[in-house]
């Protein structure tokens, strides 16, 4: 191969990555102007985007711990992006109100105001919690990072059912519930 080749090669190569990173980075964003949602009569939602109507779409926070109401992707059943909503505060009320009851039912996660207890055998937790939704029995397994810090002492709870539960503050957790939880970290 020749060095004049081996160059053209690379320019290629180089071209074509930049170009994949460039679709990849090719967010289409959803506003006002561009973009109608609406409630279906199952309570779902459907958006209508340039014309092109998507009966049921899902939407799916870039920052579901920390800011649920930017950054926001509107995906298919399939999970194929239809766009990106930079912000909820861009559009009206009616629209974003129902836009943060969808996100609301999909990152449903009762925040933990009490552990009663914290049991382990054979590899998995079984938990005693008072929660915002009450009182809530429910079963970790061990290992595996099913209890993930997501912040410094914000705690990110998945049980064995894929229900999710947090603790939002560690620190405001009593020395007995800190060591309860510290053995399923």
């Known amino acids: 191969m020749t060095a004049s080749k081996a160059a053209s090669d690379h320019e290629t190569d180089a071209a074509k990555t930049t170009s994949d990173l460039s679709d990849a980075a090719n967010i289409k964003y959803l506003t006002v102007s561009n973009a109608t949602f609406k409630k279906t009569e199952g309570q779902m939602l459907s958006v209508k985007v340039d014309g092109e109507e998507h009966p049921a779409v899902y939407v799916h926070c870039s920052f579901p711990h920390t800011n649920r109401s930017i950054y926001l992707s509107i995906r298919t059943i399939e999970n194929k992006e239809i766009g990106m909503i930079r912000s909820l505060d861009e559009f009206p009320a009616e629209t974003a109100q129902f836009l943060e ?30 929660t915002t939704a009450g009182l809530c029995r429910f079963t970790v397994r061990g290992g595996g990072g099913h209890t993930k810090l997501v912040t410094a002492n914000r705690l990110l709870i998945n049980d064995v059912d894929g229900n999710r539960f947090v603790i939002p503050d560690l620190t405001r957790l009593t020395d007995k519930e800190y060591r309860m939880v510290e053995m399923s970290m």
């Open 101 to 130: 009851e969808q996100v609301s039912i999909r990152y449903f996660a009762p925040e933990i105001t009490r552990v009663v207890s914290v049991k382990e055998e054979f590899g998995y937790a079984y938990w005693e919690a008072e």
